[in-house]
């Protein structure tokens, strides 16, 4: 790691630090306090000189980060979920432009691509069923062009049989991760209730499932145990989905990591934050291209920055946290509200009242509330710029991931008084068929 991005990288836990059980809105040298600490790390790090080149070369990670490809490929038995697990990824019901389609026979016989609607640089593969007599690991991985995914997602609805554990083995061979996934978790539990109704317990039905998946994989894999998560595609937040994802999260490169994490759908308050965090860990990287490179002065301030980079990136959120108007479309749909309602708890300006002018307008008022005008001239202005714009971009994401939150919420609450009531997570994932 450079100098540089070893000083920058560490701004989240400083700004963090600072803010930690302190309210800005009544502590006014809060702001005053994180600008001086973020300049001087700035300094720090380029007080003798180098920030162009830096900025040249963090604009290239950067554009990296946006052209980092993840092909993430699925496979099972016919009738197992794949499809519906690919649309539940991507946040899709089957009805949905461009869902996986989702059938009880057979609907893949050759690896069908699902292009991420928002990332379409990330990819789901939903691989032919390995359900066969005559299945062979080794024709079939030659058949679907195994060294074009990333990682294999193998889906089974009951107990994983030989064709599993065959292709798995083989997988691991060929020095790729693999992962089992025990899908429809959720209609298991409800046949259990309904079975045993006076002594059933969720926790203890789900433990056993997996200790008996353990215990069966034990016995085929000799030194690398693929982890087994029971999930839901109906309901992402539950059972051991949120587990999968830190599991992805490890393995994962970093770049495919970071894309991976973004386009998931927002699931839970916990994921919302870990996608927060995510993002926070690059804004130093925005920040600094924005005073380096195509920097254009901002009227009556001393400094300059580059608008346009700065309203993409303002945008780029509002798309990862589905605070798009697209998104809200849909969610509102879904939930069965008029989109008004999901809008109306949003705390941020909508995503159509990002413009160029209200960067601006941002940056000199937060450039005004930190900087007397007699210490901004004091400074370098490059150092005040990056200030100025890292500020804004964490506190923008701060809100909108709350943002988030609060339009999640309004959506699961109940439809109307007197009805039914019924979760737009109901409607948000599809059923497993």
Same mark, same amino acid.
């Given at each position: 790691?450079?100098s540089y991005?070893?000083?920058?990288?560490?701004l989240?836990e400083?700004?963090?630090?600072i803010?930690?059980n302190?309210d800005?809105?009544?502590?006014?040298?809060?702001p005053?306090?994180?600008?001086?600490?973020?300049?001087e790390?700035?300094?720090?790090a380029?007080g003798?000189g180098?920030?162009?080149?830096?900025?040249s070369?963090v604009?290239?990670?950067l554009?990296?980060?946006?052209?980092?490809e993840?092909?993430?490929?699925i496979?099972?038995?016919t009738?197992s979920g794949?499809?519906?697990?690919?649309?539940?990824?991507?946040?899709?019901?089957?009805?949905?432009v461009g869902?996986?389609?989702?059938?009880?026979?057979?609907?893949t016989?050759?690896?069908?691509?699902?292009?991420?609607?928002?990332?379409?640089?990330?990819?789901?593969?939903?691989?032919?069923g390995?359900?066969s007599?005559d299945?062979s690991?080794?024709?079939?991985?030659k058949k679907?062009?195994?060294?074009?995914y990333?990682f294999f997602?193998?889906v089974g609805?009951?107990?994983?049989r030989s064709?599993?554990?065959?292709l798995?083995?083989?997988i691991?061979?060929m020095?790729?991760?693999c992962?089992?996934?025990?899908?429809?978790?959720?209609?298991d539990?409800s046949?259990?209730e309904?079975?045993?109704?006076n002594?059933?317990?969720a926790?203890?039905?789900?433990?056993k499932?997996r200790?008996?998946?353990?215990?069966?994989?034990r016995?085929?894999?000799?030194?690398?145990?693929?982890?087994?998560?029971?999930i839901?595609?109906?309901?992402?937040?539950?059972?051991?989905?949120?587990r999968l994802?830190?599991?992805l999260?490890k $393995? =994962? %490169?970093?770049?495919?990591?970071? #894309?991976? @994490? &973004?386009s998931?759908?927002m699931?839970?308050?916990?994921?919302? *934050?870990k996608?927060?965090?995510?993002?926070?860990?690059?804004?130093?990287?925005?920040?600094?291209?924005?005073a380096?490179?195509?920097?254009?002065?901002i009227? $009556? =301030? %001393?400094?300059?920055?580059?608008? #346009?980079? @700065? &309203?993409?990136s303002?945008?780029a959120?509002?798309?990862m946290? *589905?605070?798009d108007?697209?998104?809200?479309?849909?969610?509102?749909?879904?939930?069965?509200?008029?989109?008004?309602?999901?809008?109306?708890?949003?705390?941020?300006?909508?995503?159509?009242?990002?413009t160029?002018?209200l960067?601006?307008k941002?940056i000199?008022?937060?450039t005004?509330?930190?900087f007397?005008?007699s210490?901004?001239?004091?400074l370098?202005a490059?150092?005040v710029?990056?200030?100025?714009?890292?500020?804004?971009l964490?506190?923008?994401?701060?809100?909108?991931?709350?943002?988030?939150?609060?339009v999640?919420k309004?959506?699961?609450?109940p439809r109307?008084?007197g009805?039914?009531?019924?979760?737009a997570q109901?409607?948000m994932q599809p059923?497993?068929k």
């Amino acid at each position: 790691m450079n100098s540089y991005a070893g000083k920058l990288s560490s701004l989240p836990e400083i700004f963090q630090g600072i803010l930690k059980n302190i309210d800005v809105n009544f502590d006014p040298k809060t702001p005053f306090n994180i600008a001086i600490k973020i300049y001087e790390r700035f300094m720090e790090a380029f007080g003798d000189g180098g920030m162009k080149e830096a900025a040249s070369e963090v604009k290239k990670e950067l554009e990296e980060m946006e052209n980092t490809e993840l092909d993430i490929a699925i496979t099972g038995e016919t009738g197992s979920g794949k499809s519906s697990l690919i649309n539940a990824l991507q946040g899709k019901k089957a009805e949905d432009v461009g869902a996986a389609a989702v059938g009880v026979t057979e609907t893949t016989v050759d690896p069908n691509v699902y292009t991420h609607s928002k990332y379409p640089k990330v990819k789901f593969w939903d691989l032919p069923g390995i359900g066969s007599p005559d299945f062979s690991p080794d024709s079939y991985l030659k058949k679907v062009d195994f060294p074009r995914y990333d990682f294999f997602i193998i889906v089974g609805s009951e107990r994983f049989r030989s064709n599993h554990i065959d292709l798995a083995q083989a997988i691991q061979k060929m020095e790729k991760k693999c992962y089992f996934v025990r899908s429809k978790v959720d209609s298991d539990l409800s046949n259990m209730e309904r079975s045993y109704p006076n002594t059933f317990n969720a926790e203890e039905v789900l433990e056993k499932m997996r200790n008996d998946f353990k215990k069966q994989l034990r016995k085929c894999f000799r030194n690398t145990i693929p982890q087994v998560f029971l999930i839901s595609s109906f309901d992402l937040d539950k059972y051991d989905f949120p587990r999968l994802v830190e599991t992805l999260e490890k $393995d =994962l %490169p970093s770049l495919k990591r970071l #894309a991976f @994490l &973004l386009s998931l759908p927002m699931f839970s308050p916990e994921f919302t *934050e870990k996608k927060k965090s995510a993002l926070k860990s690059h804004l130093w990287k925005i920040s600094l291209v924005s005073a380096g490179i195509n920097a254009i002065p901002i009227p $009556d =301030l %001393p400094l300059a920055c580059d608008t #346009a980079l @700065l &309203l993409g990136s303002l945008v780029a959120f509002y798309k990862m946290f *589905e605070l798009d108007d697209d998104s809200l479309a849909r969610l509102a749909r879904l939930a069965g509200k008029p989109v008004e309602e999901l809008k109306a708890v949003m705390k941020s300006p909508q995503m159509i009242e990002i413009t160029i002018d209200l960067v601006i307008k941002k940056i000199t008022n937060y450039t005004k509330e930190f900087f007397p005008p007699s210490l901004v001239r004091s400074l370098v202005a490059a150092g005040v710029s990056f200030v100025i714009t890292y500020w804004m971009l964490s506190r923008f994401l701060d809100n909108l991931a709350e943002d988030a939150d609060r339009v999640r919420k309004k959506a699961l609450e109940p439809r109307a008084p007197g009805r039914a009531p019924r979760q737009a997570q109901d409607l948000m994932q599809p059923k497993v068929k």
